[in-house]
């Protein structure tokens, strides 16, 4: 059947867009390369610098003053009749939340890296990330005018650490304060940077005499490592057929998009070097939207699988992946379409929630500016105002034809502190505030202590505890004492208990309170939670009360029995009980799932968790001794030590409790030369004098605050 004229505008349109994100370690270049892209595409007239507190994409004013990226930032741009969807992230492991929610809805993804540093540990963690929603990627290698650089070293680390197999698209010409170009192996044209900051633009020319056997082997290389994942170039290889440039092109595409290759590109961001020809790579390697699977889900009704695919004619469907307080127009709701199209003013369903909400008005973002645009379509990433119940992860669809797509999954705290109102008047916005930055952040969360009446906030680190507080002040005017930072411990069961009974009765004149619960409470599988699960038959325990019961073991599992730490990892079976036709109620079964779910604890030889850090430490040759020295009195697993040109990198598990103030110490150590890089990698089991006295402590301060 022939198309239509609008379906052909609407192929053309999706064919013309990419949705990427910029990923790195932290000071690999990412938020310079993308202030670069913006100003060669015509959507900045001034090049804004992360050191001065101009680059666009870091509008915060904590971002500006520190020189860090804390929230990922979108912005369009327009290079060669394509336009680029780009989501600039940060890189520091506090806030990998924004990083994760990115890619699950990008399809595409540049990796910037340090020509100097090469595969850097937050390097790894979004690699990791980009692995687990399948998002192609190219690879751009900064900074290669920096004191240390080398292209090849990076590649060779990206095969070791990343286990990626690497396709250099270019090779450098020179490298460090000798940097002055690259070599395209597919056109075999060498471009040349004029002036310092590449300022006097750039001339292709043929490839000096002296790089021509190197890039002669290096092309030769590509082609017969291209053949080993795409037979029809081992075919044209062995043959002896030549490859014609835009042949190659469209194999690297496709091996690409496959997710076989990484095409490498080389630059310096900040000298205005490489930018072009990654531009170039971002168009013709990375996918459109039409080049990606169609989104997968379940329809809420019948529980079946349903899929969307990329088109304005199939009924509309989105993920919203982020929430954000915006001071004029009130909560954000920033969202990828993957199929339909809708306008504003009108009805979304939110299948997560099972609630229609209305669509005041459609933004595309500029960083923190906004532009009012009248339709969304498939394959758009916008900002929806007016969406007052929907939270991150949350589905919004068409309510004839629901669908429910696969959640995003955030990494659990890891640190808390306790937080109080300065003033009266704070007092009552405190609550307010808390709640728009959890809603903002799912990592960051609010739980209030019974036991020593604190209010408790929890995040991934210190640096992102303090962003919190510091945005608490500035954006919402709460100003808070926080104590010094606790670690998130919890509490699990190491031992099953079978028939745990819970009995709430209460007589007291008139209708009384009756429930009455049997549990098998047993540990459960490692980072899973609790789980909960009715295997009432027969009606001992009416359906429309077990809901009460699993809310009552919930709220029961904030608190643990041995130092008021959550509970996780237990694995909770409603077997049985009993209820009164008159006097039983809700609240009568959650208090009595909640005396169960206590007991169970009590009786299951309940012990502490700690969090578990992956860290890495690169020092200097000479202080390796001193440095391993305090890691060992730190409790720190040792599981490696590496060279690199000059310097040790110390891997190993410390837990986090023994790292606080760790950045003071290695420094002092080291004369300032060392550096680490910490991320939470597990929960394991508190040894046995640390724990007595972490449950020693908990017991002073539940009497202090009685």
Avoid at 401 to 427: N, Y
């Amino acid at each position: 059947m022939e198309k239509s004229k609008k379906e052909i505008e609407s192929i053309k349109r999706l064919e013309n867009l990419r949705n990427i994100g910029i990923i790195a370690h932290i000071d690999a270049g990412k938020t310079t390369t993308t202030e670069r892209i913006l100003f060669f595409t015509g959507k900045l007239y001034k090049i804004g610098t992360v050191d001065e507190g101009t680059a666009v994409m870091d509008w915060m004013v904590q971002e500006q003053e520190r020189g860090i990226t804390i929230t990922s930032a979108a912005t369009t741009c327009f290079w060669k009749d394509k336009n680029i969807n780009i989501i600039d992230t940060p890189g520091h492991v506090d806030f990998t939340v924004e990083v994760e929610r990115s890619l699950k809805v990008l399809d595409g993804a540049v990796i910037v890296l340090c020509a100097v540093g090469g595969v850097q540990p937050q390097t790894e963690t979004v690699w990791r990330q980009a692995d687990k929603y399948k998002v192609p990627r190219i690879a751009f290698i900064n900074k290669m005018d920096r004191t240390g650089a080398n292209f090849f070293n990076v590649l060779e680390g990206m095969r070791a650490r990343l286990n990626a197999n690497p396709f250099p698209m270019q090779i450098p010409i020179g490298s460090e304060s000798a940097y002055k170009g690259i070599i395209d192996l597919i056109s075999m044209k060498a471009t040349i940077y004029k002036g310092e900051e590449g300022s006097s633009g750039y001339e292709v020319t043929d490839i000096p005499e002296e790089l021509k056997a190197q890039a002669s082997e290096y092309r030769h290389n590509l082609i017969v490592k291209l053949g080993e994942v795409d037979e029809h170039v081992m075919e044209r290889y062995i043959h002896e057929q030549g490859l014609y440039p835009h042949e190659l092109v469209d194999f690297i595409r496709k091996a690409t998009i496959a997710g076989k290759i990484i095409p490498v590109f080389c630059g310096a961001s900040a000298k205005n070097k490489g930018i072009q020809p990654l531009l170039d790579g971002i168009i013709d390697y990375l996918p459109s939207p039409l080049d990606i699977d169609a989104v997968n889900g379940i329809n809420p009704e019948t529980d079946e699988a349903v899929e969307r695919a990329p088109s304005e004619e199939e009924k509309f469907c989105g993920l919203v992946f982020k929430i954000k307080s915006d001071p004029f127009v009130g909560k954000l709701a920033y969202a990828r379409v993957y199929s339909g199209k809708f306008l504003p003013g009108s009805y979304v369903y939110n299948s997560t929630k099972d609630s229609k909400e209305r669509i005041g008005k459609i933004l595309k973002m500029h960083a923190n500016k906004q532009e009012i645009v009248d339709v969304a379509l498939a394959g758009d990433i916008i900002a929806l105002v007016g969406l007052k119940n929907t939270t991150t992860g949350d589905t919004i669809c068409d309510e004839e034809s629901p669908i429910v797509l696969e959640r995003i999954h955030f990494p659990e705290p890891v640190i808390s502190m306790s937080i109080e109102a300065k003033t009266k008047a704070d007092q009552e916005k405190l609550g307010l505030a808390l709640n728009r930055l959890m809603e903002e952040d799912p990592t960051f969360k609010v739980r209030y202590a019974k036991e020593t009446g604190q209010t408790i906030i929890s995040g991934m680190g210190e640096l992102h505890l303090e962003i919190i507080v510091d945005r608490m002040l500035r954006e919402f005017n709460v100003g808070a004492n926080v104590d010094k930072p606790q670690v998130a411990y919890r509490e699990t069961i190491t031992k099953s208990c079978h028939k745990v009974v819970g009995k709430f009765i209460q007589q007291s004149g008139g209708r009384g309170q009756y429930g009455h619960v049997v549990l098998d409470v047993a540990p459960a599988a490692k980072g899973s939670g609790i789980l909960f699960e009715s295997k009432i038959i027969g009606g001992s325990i009416p359906r429309e009360y077990i809901p009460s019961v699993e809310e009552g073991v919930r709220e029961a599992a904030q608190n643990g029995c041995l130092a008021g730490y959550p509970v996780t990892d237990v694995d909770i079976k409603l077997i049985d009980g009993s209820f009164h036709e008159v006097d039983s109620s809700d609240i009568a079964f959650q208090m009595a799932g909640s005396i169960a779910f206590n007991e169970g604890l009590k009786n299951g030889r309940s012990v502490l968790l700690e969090p578990i850090m992956n860290l890495e430490v690169v020092t200097p040759d000479n202080y390796m001794g001193d440095v391993i020295g305090d890691l060992s009195s730190r409790r720190v697993k040792i599981e490696a030590i590496e060279d690199r040109a000059n310097i040790k990198v110390i891997k190993g598990f410390a837990p986090l409790s023994e790292m606080f103030g760790y950045a003071t110490t290695v420094r002092s150590l080291t004369q300032g030369r060392a550096s680490y890089t910490m991320e939470p990698s597990y929960y394991q089991e508190v040894p046995k004098n640390i724990a007595e006295k972490i449950v020693e402590l908990s017991g002073r301060l539940k009497s202090t605050n009685k």
